[in-house]
């Protein structure tokens, strides 16, 4: 009896410890977190805290949902959104629209803020900015995001903009920025794409990260049962380019892959 | 005092003593014997044993010997005694054997054998002398017993003395062998005895060394001999026979000639030079093997190939064999394109072949177990029952084969059956269905069927086709006959409706213009008809559908009756001009049709009647046909050019109403026949039966999602897979595909954690 009653107060007391223990480091492990956010993510304190609240603390979850849900996390300090009307109103062009930005004029405007329009980075622009609509910037899309990223001055926004390449290298950032693409390149809610755009848009993101897109290509092009591509087949397919290698050597049959998927390694086997 | 031979003295009581009774050692009061008076009295015990292996013992005075031992081994001489005594045997050994050495041949065993004897008597009349040393020296010694140190030095000297046991070895292997082929009369008494000598003296050390090993690797020399020989010159079933004439010969010579332990070493040897050896060639032997008895079909033969390998326990050759020549047959069988014109003649065709290899199962593949009942031999039934599943699903319409199969039994006809045969039919045909793995084909086709003999009361017996139904009940379970089920129910209540149209027609003063029977089908029983929209009835008809429909709506409020226009029957009567005698004439709603739009019309191509009554291509050629067909009985109704083949016919040609119709009877039935389908109905019906297995699988999914809330990828398919074992069999590939198309339509997600894991999306 005395022994039990001495393992029971004895594990009490672990108990209590071990609770101790938790809200030290919590807290302790909380602060990393935040700084490992930051690291990632380069945004506020602010935000660190709330978003990785919001994710019960876990990081790879709160990085994911901040990459894809930019818009909802403003910048510190909001930029003016007086100043940044001129600026649209500087490029737009009144015969055309008063309220987009397209064609010359969108093409101005991305020149002006040192932007390749020909290049990926532009729809990175768009993607910061949460664009709905391929090949246009409405007034309000521009006025809140570029307010929303505190940015209000075309010079800030040059520097800013300048930035945009590393998403490229930045893997989470890139899978959020690929996977809104999907949304961006269908039009009004239809849930797959049409094979020539998602062509076009892998020849333009996807050169870096899929060391076997030219074979890619090649098969989409030569596969005429494929005309869509369905949002996991989008989505699917950056993992794929991620996970199998450059040889496909790491591709596992039974890995539930998209069977277009499956198709492709049987045809680049066989070739 | 007195001397008890236990050679302990005891202490009398004196009736007037006081002291207890007391055993103590006897100490001869003369003092201690010494070295030289022991060696004195051994001089007389050496001397008695000479006296005994002479076999001269009668002078010798047992006491006096006996003492003699005592003596000595009291005064602790035992060690000089029990080698003294183990000397002298061995002397006496070395000196008989040379004496047997000396034998001629022809009696040298036999001399062998009486000097054993000889040693063994002599052996235990020392023993009785030196009992005392037995009983008293010889266990603490931790020495032998004299009769097994008797036992021992003959083995040890005699017996296996290179040159005794070389001889021993020749002589009995001659013997043998004489044996075998049967030349003198065998020995038996006389190699029996020498196996008890030798396994008295030490089986491991005498018996098997010298004698079995000899023997087993004789014996091998012989079989392999043997074997060939009898191989080259008999066919299979001969040579298995000597073979189990030898085993048997041989296991008797054990019996009666050897040791018993070396029965089964003696068959092992036989086995392994006489079947395992040519078991490959006992199975592939040109003319007599295996194959030859499968297309002679001896079974006889292939029952005794069967016990000879199951003898070395590997049957599994001769059942690969077989199952080969199984497959041979019947994967060109099932897709021979003769045979494929008759589907019957194709699942009789397998009947017969599974009846044949059933009788060939019980007749020689099965095994007999203790409680005297045999059971199938288990590597057989399985190679069969593997063969049988290949050959049935080799040809893809073989579900519709069968289900033609079933209708031509069930149908009404000529060969109709009598009641107790339906159920040996059914029996026989659960057989290849268990084989098949696409199940829902058949069950898609028996539902076709099926609904045309039920519309049409073509039906032989509807006790025989519920039993039918109760038996893939029985197998499969309620979900794969709930369907057939309730067309039976809706017949049923289609006779009662009618009964109540009628009152309710009667009731109420009107008039159909022409009589009607109407079945009410429920949509989902029945196979959905690719019956036209709209059909140009004819007036009556068309009236007294309306009617009716007046009357079922009227009743059943809220039902949605549309007509079936391709599943019934219509009886008209035919008047001509020339002719008296009205015909009843009994045809398809589709020929009754095209026959009423003759009605005002004398003739008409291709393409007005398809216009006319909506019905397209190759139905309305089906339906022509028996029109235009000289039938026995009866000339054709309808006439199509000379010169127009019945494959020529096309939009253009012509068809004309035969003004000359005769017929020999009154009434006509254009019956007809279910025929298996062209191939390009074979198509759609699979294309029906792939859509059919997409949506099953969409909804098997769902459920198990639903269920799950969330499951791996690799989990899910197999599952899927068992789930639907026995209806069909979906690849990963198709259960992939409807995956992908339920994240599309946002049932299922990919797990945000792990990519190969889907969530259910509520």
Redesign the interface.
Known sequence: KNLNRDNRSRSRTETRLTEERSTVMSSYSQRRAISDFKNITSASDAIARKVLQASGWNLE?AV?DYYANRHKYPAAKLGDKKKIAKIFDKYMDEEESTDELFGEALFNFLSGIDVDPEESVSLAVCWKLNCTEMGRITRDEFVNGFSMLGLDSVKAMKTEMAKLKSIFNNPREFKAFYQWLFTYCTEDKR??MDKEIAVSMWEQTLPSVFPLLKDWLEFVNENEQLKFV????W??LL?FARDVGDDISKYDE???W??VI?DFVEWYNDK | WILFESGFCCLMAHPNATQKLVLQPYVDKKGSLDQAGAKEKWKTLENAIHHIFQQNASSLSFQHLYTSGYHIILHRHGDMLYTGVEDTIRGHIDKERDKVLNQADASFLESLLQHWEKHRTAVNMIRDILMYMDKNFVPNAGKLPIYDLGVKIFGEHMLKNPKVSGKIRSLTLTIIKAERSGETAPQRLLLKNLTKMMTEVSKREVYEPILEEAFLDDSTDFYKVEAQNFFSSSTVPEYIRKVLKRLDEERDRVERSLDEGTKEKIEDRVKTEMIKEYKMNLIEKESSGCLAMLQDWRVDDLRLLYECLKLINDVDPMVTQIKRHLLQWGLKFVVDSDNVKDPILIIDGILEKIEQYKDLEKRAFSIKEANNKTVPDPTFQKAIQKAFEEIVNKNQRLPEFLSLYVDSKLRKGKSQLRDEEYDIVFEKVLVVFRYLREKDVFEKYYKNHLAKRLLGAKSSSDDAERSFIQKLKTEYGYNFTSKLEGMFQDMKVSADTMENYKQWVSARGKKSPCDISVHVLTTTYWPGGKSPESVQLPEEVRLSAELFKQFYIGSHSGRKLTWQYTMGTADLRLRLPASTRPYDIIVNTQQMLILMFFNDKQSATFAEISAQTSIVGPDLKRSLLPLVHQQKLHSPILKKPQNTTIKEIDDHTVFTFNEEFKSKCMKIKLSQVIQKENDDEAKQTRQKVDEERKWQLDAAIVRLMKARKTEE??ILVLELIKMFQGRFTPS??DI??RI?SL??REYLE?S?ES??RYNYLA
Request: hydrophobic residues 15%.
């Open positions: 979850r994911d849930k797959t369905s949002k996991d087949l989505n699917q993992e039974d890995g539930a998209p069977v499956d | 990828h690799r990963p590939d992939k595909k992908e994240i599309e990919r945000k990519r190969s």
